[in-house]
């Protein structure tokens, strides 16, 4: 029993915190605080108020700048899981911050429950993000309630999907949905909408989950050739992209869906307080387990 619940523990856990990261890493922020100085009202002159592209490239610049953003999500994945994300993340010198994430339901929310809580604390810091676990997981750790998953370690676990996940949590910025968009070279205008009370710009795309692998990230052939693979086992091949840019030229919510073998994917998330103080300590070594040591020591038991 103890190595069968770390090993879902575990699983459990990656699967949070990649849906997490990808939350936090393909969106951008809204509010015009201070991370948004110098850009204000600049998407909507000239020829960015005509062409998404170029209002688009406009985004991406100002988001970049902005080092910081409180985070909001919301994510389903067919019966498989929903959850929600909330706290603030920041990228001036790789990805950092804390997230309190929650399942709501699915079987991954059962599984959660078999650790002692539906609810966990994700932090991040340039080479590898922590996990908080319940205490039945701890009684099962030697009483450790934290996992640390090194970014070097996904690679070597989880191939190409690894290998393209630690690219973009060491090399990513906030702003990958507009980044997808432009790769892409579909997008449309939809309108002018209010969202949370903010007047924004709708724009819309389709993507090629794979191609946008290829276009942003430092992959190796053979690496992008595994990530593909996997994509396609798990029937992810295209999603539909919409975000909302405000009139500092920065995001204020995007969606994401798409379809996988295990049901309907859809993310949506909200930004705020650009240049909000962030900070995430790792947490003590006494009370941390290291998730690749915890593979070897489970081995081939069950």
């Known amino acids: 029993m103890k190595s069968t619940t770390l090993r879902r523990a575990g699983l459990t856990i990656a699967a949070v915190t990649v849906l997490s990261a990808v939350t936090g890493c393909s969106s951008g922020d809204s509010g ?36 910081s953003a409180k985070v909001e999500s919301s994510t389903t994945m067919g019966s498989v899981m929903s959850m929600t994300a909330d706290g603030a993340l920041g990228w001036g010198d790789g990805l950092t911050g804390t997230l309190t994430i929650t399942y709501t339901g699915g079987t991954m929310a059962e599984t959660m429950r078999q650790t002692g809580s539906t609810s966990m604390e994700a932090r ?37 999907s690894g290998a393209y996940l630690k690219d973009q949590m060491q090399n990513t910025t906030p702003n990958q949905s507009v980044k997808l968009l432009l790769a892409s070279g579909d997008v449309r205008k939809v309108g002018e909408e209010k969202v949370r009370g903010q007047q924004t710009t709708h724009y819309s795309g389709t993507v090629d989950v794979a191609d946008l692998a290829s276009k942003n990230s430092n992959l190796s052939q053979k690496q992008l050739d595994d990530l593909k693979k996997q994509l396609d086992q798990a029937g992810v091949t295209t999603e539909t992209v919409d975000i909302w840019v405000n009139d500092d030229d920065l995001l204020v919510k995007k969606v994401e869906k798409g379809e996988t073998t295990a049901g309907a994917f859809t993310q949506t998330a909200y930004y705020s307080d650009y240049g909000t103080p962030v900070s995430a300590e790792e947490p003590p070594a006494s009370d941390t387990a290291d998730f690749a040591e915890l593979v070897q020591q489970q081995g081939g038991t069950s």
């Open 32 to 67: 015009g605080s201070e991370g948004s100085k110098g850009s204000k009202g600049s998407g909507k002159d000239g020829a960015a108020r005509f062409s998404p592209l170029a209002a688009l490239r406009s985004a991406e610049k100002s988001t970049d700048a902005a080092d």
């Open 124 to 160: 991040y810091l340039p080479d590898a993000y922590y996990a908080k676990m319940g205490d039945a997981f701890a009684a099962q750790a030697g009483g450790k309630h934290w996992i640390k998953y090194a970014y070097d370690d996904l690679e070597s676990l989880a191939g190409g």
